[in-house]
């Protein structure tokens, strides 16, 4: 009783320093943030601790942003190789089953191969036609007996071979769960980074076109701060819905990181992509945002885009850069735009790059 106690008083001030947390850096007291300071205060986790500890020297606190990389990179990926681990150990006990199974039914033969070979001798000394009666005899029962042993292994092979591939299904969506973001069903970054290098590699391979958009809502931050976070997630989903309804085929949709959004865009050329981005800028200017609590009509909101064109010889960073240089051109001239490379506004940010 005292054991059980002692933990319910050693959780409770790992709980309390963990919405003084939240308190002092005034956050929401959503379930994420919660476990992201619940877990520094028990200090299990070092590699988060150092990353809080390190953005709070240099910024003073977490920003949206700030939190979910700390999640995803300290919290999320962490679970996932758990259950990726207990996933795995499932599958050697299987197969581990298997092989005793196999062993088992090796063992069994060769004593079969004895006998049939004791039954060969016996039926080269039979005497009388009673003495063949009862070997042929024994001959049946033990080929009775394998067909039983056979159909037994048949059958747990059956069903070992069902749950690995249960097991093997429940590992591809523990799998896709950890490529998703779960507030807005896209890909998430680490899903982004795969599928992005293998889009430039095909890409590269065919001598295709390959586009990219990288998109940030305007003013969401501030948005986010007035409304509150729910409402900030309702703003991201109605983006992510925005996405969804103008990409298609092979066209990769990943939330970025934050509130920035990007886009891949396989054989497309840059003005195509261009018309692409506009679309999304369109679709989402064009819903008006209502809180769901009050009723409160909350206005529109707006997103930037910039578009870049993969060239020969480009990394994914780099390609990345440049679509990120006109992303930033889109918000320096009026946001609520979409800005190319080729684009005219590019070129002050180009030239104080090379300054």
């Not at 001030?13 to 003084?20: M, N, Q, R, S, V």
């Not at 940030?216 to 931050?221: A, P, R």
């Not at 930033?328 to 180009?350: F, L």
Request: glycine content about 6%; charged content about 25%.
């Amino acid at each position: 009783m005292k054991a059980h106690t002692d933990e319910h008083e050693r959780t409770m001030a790992f709980a309390e320093i963990a919405l003084g947390q939240i308190k002092a850096l005034r956050q929401p007291a959503s379930p994420r943030n919660f476990e992201i300071w619940y877990n520094y205060a028990t200090g299990y986790n070092p590699s988060l601790n150092q990353v809080v500890n390190d953005v709070l020297a240099s910024k003073g606190t977490l920003t949206e942003v700030d939190i979910d990389e700390i999640y995803a990179t300290h919290i999320a990926s962490t679970r996932f190789s758990d259950r990726v681990g207990s996933l795995n150990s499932k599958v050697m006990g299987e197969i581990d089953q298997i092989m005793s199974m196999i062993e088992a039914a090796a063992g069994a033969a060769g004593r079969h191969t004895e006998s049939l070979a004791d039954v060969t001798s016996q039926l080269g000394n039979a005497k009388d036609r009673e003495g063949l009666r009862t070997i042929i005899e024994s001959l049946v029962a033990t080929a009775k007996e394998m067909e039983n042993n056979n159909q037994t292994l048949e059958a747990r092979l059956n069903a070992s071979k069902q749950e690995i591939n249960q097991l093997q299904q429940s590992l591809e969506v523990v799998r896709n769960e950890s490529l998703t973001d779960p507030l807005t069903s896209l890909a998430n970054r680490k899903g982004f980074d795969e599928m992005f290098a293998k889009a430039i590699a095909d890409a590269t391979a065919r001598d295709e076109p390959l586009s990219l958009l990288l998109t940030d809502i305007d003013y969401f931050k501030s948005f986010n701060d007035t409304y509150g976070h729910l409402t900030g997630d309702q703003v991201l989903r109605l983006v992510a819905m925005s996405v969804k309804q103008n990409v298609k085929g092979q066209d990769i949709a990943a939330r970025y990181g934050g509130e920035e959004f990007a886009v891949v865009l396989p054989s497309t050329a840059l003005r195509q992509a261009a018309t692409v981005g506009d679309h999304i800028r369109r679709a989402v200017m064009s819903k008006e945002l209502m809180k769901r609590s009050t009723g409160e009509h909350l206005g529109r909101i707006t997103i930037s885009v910039g578009v870049a064109v993969l060239q020969r010889g480009d990394t994914p960073q780099e390609l990345i850069g440049r679509a990120d240089m006109c992303l930033y051109a889109a918000k320096r001239n009026g946001r609520n735009r979409v800005i190319c490379e080729t684009d005219p506004e590019v070129m002050p940010a180009r030239q104080s790059q090379v300054a």
